[in-house]
């Protein structure tokens, strides 16, 4: 029994889906050769390289059982998939703008006779619907922000992360209509009868996940000042201590810790006694 996992081809969130695979174990066996489908380094799990706007559709028909895509793409395909992991990155918003010298500063200030542009049709007349809006809806598949400076719509919806490309062609953002990040995805009854391998690559993944930002700390401390580093130490799910076989009594102390916590808290180790401290990079908390 094989797996597929569908990932961006190409765009700001191909690269950063490769890597969380390559973190979970499951790299591609010859990277530098990459096909539309390509084998990774468990024989039974395969990756597929795809436009990010196929993806939801591709697992929701069963061409992937697993998926790396939007969540404003899923929406819009209106696709039944599971959604198993947020992946913590891509963040998004799908926003309704308009020209900063337009007299639309609020959707009050929309009329019925107005249109909108956008590569987000499904959505767009979700939220118009919603707000009992009526408008004409022209579909376009890019440089949606020239749209109302050359007489094809009033208004659009479009993708930003800061708002600067907007602000860049003078529009200013009216609403927000959907906000949106990267998702692990799956076919469900890929999800069913691949049960066991497709919960294999989500724990991996969020193994990965969990040990973002995370470091493992390694120190000696001798056995009279074991009390004062156990007051300046926190943990994730509390100490490792072992006996270090030495001609004074010393215990190996080591635990998880976020990344920010590590310049402080080193000093704050010394100061308590500790030596010979490690700080080590963790690839993943299972």
Same mark, same amino acid.
């Given at each position: 029994m094989k797996i597929k996992i569908a990932i961006p081809s190409k765009g700001r969130i191909s690269e950063p889906s490769m890597n969380i695979l390559e973190k979970a174990g499951l790299g591609l066996v010859d990277k530098n050769n990459r096909k539309l489908i390509s084998k990774t380094f468990n024989e039974d799990i395969e990756v597929m390289f795809a436009r990010a706007s196929d993806i939801p559709e591709f697992v929701n028909d069963g061409v992937a059982d697993m998926g790396i895509t939007g969540v404003d793409l899923i929406n819009e395909n209106e696709a039944d998939v599971s959604e198993l992991l947020d992946l913590k990155f891509g963040q998004t918003?799908? /926003?309704?703008?308009?020209? *900063? *010298? %337009? =007299? !639309? =500063? %609020? +959707?009050? #200030? +929309?009329? *019925? #006779?107005?249109?909108v542009a956008t590569e987000f049709p499904v959505l767009t007349k979700k939220y118009l619907d919603e707000k009992g809006l009526?408008? @004409? !809806? /022209? @579909?376009?598949? $890019?440089?949606? *922000?020239?749209?109302?400076? !050359? $007489? /094809?719509? #009033?208004? +659009?919806?479009d993708l930003t992360s800061t708002g600067t490309t907007l602000k860049m062609n003078h529009l200013e953002i009216i609403d927000t209509i959907l906000e949106s990040t990267i998702k692990l995805i799956a076919n469900k009854d890929s999800l069913k009868n691949k049960k066991e391998l497709i919960e294999s690559v989500s724990t991996s993944i969020k193994g990965v996940l969990d040990a973002d930002r995370k470091k493992l700390i390694m120190m000696n401390v001798k056995d009279k000042d074991? #009390? @004062?580093v156990k007051e300046v130490m926190p943990s994730m799910g509390g100490l490792t201590i072992s006996e /270090?076989? %030495? =001609?004074?009594?010393?215990v190996a102390v080591q635990a998880v810790i976020d990344e920010k916590q590590v310049f402080e808290l080193v000093n704050d180790l010394r100061n308590a006694g500790a030596k010979d401290i490690l700080v080590v990079p963790i690839e993943r908390i299972i």
């Open positions: 918003k799908l /926003v309704l703008a308009a020209p *900063e *010298e %337009s =007299n !639309i =500063n %609020s +959707i009050e #200030d +929309i009329k *019925e #006779d107005m249109k009526n408008l @004409k !809806i /022209v @579909k376009l598949s $890019g440089s949606t *922000e020239a749209a109302p400076f !050359i $007489g /094809v719509a #009033d208004l +659009i919806t074991l #009390d @004062k /270090v076989l %030495s =001609n004074e009594k010393t």
